[in-house]
């Protein structure tokens, strides 16, 4: 039997605002045992004690990680708890009627009040949804009060933090909170994931490589998710509570919330802070992180979310298009939906809606005029793993949905992007919600390129119909590959399919000056660009200009060739190197001219960039033909090595060792090393490097030449 009694303080001394008090550690003669209790301390209450076996739960609904004190579970699947009454229940002739509600305005037609019992004779709203129920277990021993009851909640219920009462007749008695996330385990759960191995990658793993560089240099990125994190439900669920859907209608977001499509969106624009909202995180494209910490500072999630979380929601300064992706993917999988990161090179940003981005060149290297239409090395976003029945019922649209907390452009007046169904992508369905026309130039826009001459007129010269959306890439399942997805977002480039997919998507949009173009006539004169050697930041850049004529006669050409500085989303910045000359090629031959860029004519220019714009402007004198054509360069970073000397223990301190080679010959100042890592380091630790000396804090710090940096 069961030896409390309802004045028992808890021996750990915890208690919550409602009454309860919790056990550290309870044994029965029933050979009973848990460390999860919750005891209701009524004098009048019919309960004497709830166990919500939270450990036990939490390991079949897969949630251990994030805890095992709080009872978290996951929607369409039961679980357990047991009463012990305070006198004996008779099935037949008591009602035992249980209640959850979650939000400040709970109701049976919202779905986020559901009243069920045992037996299950509840009277229900005839407009009730989302309803739970609870079962007798055959091992309740009703005759001495002690009720073993299985506990399910629906598959559609909305995800958050519920509270559970029970009682008997008009008694009511509030006996534990709980958390319900989202079940990809669920086959009736919109976002079930049938296969194991990738429910394990794509919810449960915490580390993650995001892919940066560009299609010719393709370098990943590790990332700490951090989903498992400590307080991490309270902050992905107070990021929910924020938005200003929630704001507006607070039953009405809560009542959403049983809809992974309205969540994935709501995050899209939470974790930004570009709309007036208390959203996570600023994004800086400039040259001025001061105010805060550059991008390329962070290399986890929870950091970020700890920061925004316990500062009282002020945003954390600053993130890039790959911070907001693994920001999002890691709230994403705590939530219960699956995701993974997702980069695209040679991405489009298309602002004016028709598929198509506009490029110009300056007529005798005179540099145009910059517009919001560009071409990134990269950008990342996420997808998540969800049904679209919204879309279709016969399910064409489910399986993943691309969803970008970048802010880029207005969708439904506000900064967010998706849930974009990867499949209307691959069909050019650019009509269908949300954002698949943005996304689709992302990937598949053409590029038309034009000369800007002196006066001010421009003229077309050609159209890209392929460089758009290469090397589409996540990291594979179980392992630290890459694996490239192009395919489910386009066919192959320059196949019959691929442009007539191209050609409906322009069908699809009302406007009338957008035709498709299916590329040029063979030209007369072949241009490439050719690298030597690995361009390494730090080092000469050594190219060359490679030109072919293809004509029946010789021309003579007048080549200029222009460097500049860009930034990784296409943005010119700082002119490193102008030249012009003029040569003679015959028909059939090739004619090759080098360029080099010395480290000490970039090194300025390129502080805040890591790519170079190599362009090529070619004239033939003779018929005043014009040729362009460009390649981006970037820079590969010098190498860094962390090894570990000694054998790693568990539950034992280790040591690491970071070397770094300063490869350029002058001293390097503000060197700082950060390092994190999910279960390892309890938060960041910011590393600045002083002489032969490391420690933590703030501290003036240089590298001289040759000098290799060691911790």
Known sequence: MFSLSNDLSSSDGLSDSS?????????????FSSSNKWINNHAYSAFKEVDLHCETNNNDHHTSQISVNQLIVRRGQPFNITLKMAKPFNPDSDQLTMKVVTGKYPSEERGTMSRFGVPDKVELSPCAIAVWKAELQKNSLPETGMLALTITPPAHAPVGEYKLSAGLKAEENELAELFVLFNPWCSEDWVFLPNEAERQEYVMNQHGIIYKGSDQYIHGLSWDFGQFEEDM??????????????????ADDVSARCNPIYVGRVVTNMVNKEDANDGVLVGNWSDDYSRGFPPTHWSGSYDILKQWYTTSFKRVSYGQCWVFAGIMCSVMRLLGIPCRVVTNFQSAHDSNANLTIDKYYGDFLVRPKETDERVWNFHVWVEGWMRRPDLAEDGRYDGWQALDGTPQELSENVFCCGPTPVSAILKGDVHLKYDVLFVSAEVNADVVSWLVKRDGSKVEMFSDTKSVGQHISTKAVGSNERVD?????????????????FRYALSKLDINNTKPTDGNAAPQLIIKFEEESTPVNGQDVKMKLVLRNEGSSARTLSIGVSVQAMTYTGRLKENIKNEVIEKELLPGNDLTIPIQVPYSSYSKQMVSCQTMNISALITDIQNNQIYVADDRVVLKDPPISLTVPDEARVDQKMTFKVDFKNPVNETLTGCTLTVSGTGLVQSEEIIKYVGKCAYIGAGFQSLRTNQSLKM
């Open 233 to 250: 439900v309270q902050i992905c669920l107070k990021l929910l509570d924020l938005s200003r859907k929630h704001k507006r209608d607070p």
């Open 485 to 501: 997805i192009t395919n489910t977002y386009k066919h192959t480039e320059g196949s019959a399919m691929e442009r007539a997919v």
């Open 19 to 31: 009454g309860f008090l919790r056990s550290s550690r309870f044994s029965s003669s029933t050979g």
